[in-house]
């Protein structure tokens, strides 16, 4: 028997780079999975990717209206699921003093406000013993330049894992985070211009106690440790980072 045989999971954010990967996982291991994105051409070549066992649900995360139409789609592929990984945010690389409050906004909206009622419309689906895995950053804890909106949306999500860990605690429903340092995603190159891409990445690197990014696959890893096997821990955060928030 495969290792997540019967088992029906949803990704947010499955659509590329490490939710993408997570969700490949379980496929091979026999699960079966829903994963959104917002972009329908990423999806549909995910969904091609993942085969038959994967479903593709375009859903902007920012908005509570597809966070609800998203929770009718999984009741009618699944009825209920054993396990929730919500990974889908955007990036935003901004000086503080250039930061606009049309951007503030949608960052939040998109990283914090849509994880937020993606746990709520779903957690009826979650079967006791269930786990929601949030997606945080590096940056919740370690103060860098250029990401303080960012970084805010993500402690938000650290702070998430401990009160929804709480609150979801009589329905048997485990809440985690996972907090990834710097993955070889290709997110930089996508988000800044090729020479400040190159230049952030060598720093990046240099900087990281290991001396290098990680592997979309590290990731995967610690999200189904959180999802299925560490089934007496809540409100944690594990990171993955090279030991950049710990050394």
Excluded: C, H, W
Excluded at 18 to 25: D, E, R
């Amino acid at each position: 028997m495969s290792t997540y045989e019967g088992r029906n999971v949803v990704i947010t954010g499955g659509s590329s780079g490490f939710g993408l990967t997570t969700a490949a996982a379980l496929v091979d291991g026999g699960a079966r999975v829903l994963i959104t994105g917002r972009t329908q051409s990423t999806l549909d070549a995910a969904v091609t990717q993942l085969g038959e066992a994967a479903i593709g649900v375009r859903s902007d995360a920012g908005s509570v209206a597809d966070v609800e139409a998203l929770a009718d789609r999984v009741k009618t592929e699944f009825g209920t699921i054993d396990a929730l990984f919500v990974n889908a945010g955007i990036p935003y690389f901004a000086p503080f003093e250039a930061v606009t409050e049309q951007a503030y906004d949608e960052v939040f909206a998109i990283n914090a406000k849509g994880p937020y009622f993606t746990v709520q419309k779903l957690a009826p689906l979650l079967n006791p013993g269930s786990g929601v895995v949030l997606t945080t950053s590096v940056v919740n804890v370690v103060g860098y330049p250029m990401v303080s909106v960012y970084a805010a949306t993500k402690a938000a999500l650290r702070l998430m894992a401990r009160s929804l860990g709480r609150e979801l605690l009589p329905a048997g429903i485990r809440v985690n985070a996972v907090s990834p340092g710097p993955i070889d995603t290709g997110i930089l190159d996508r988000n800044l211009p090729p020479e400040v891409a190159a230049q952030t990445k060598a720093q990046m690197a240099a900087d990281n106690p290991m001396g290098r990014f990680g592997r979309p696959d590290e990731i995967a890893r610690a999200v189904l440790f959180l999802a299925f096997e560490a089934t007496f821990t809540t409100g944690a955060e594990l990171t993955v980072d090279g030991g950049a928030s710990q050394l």
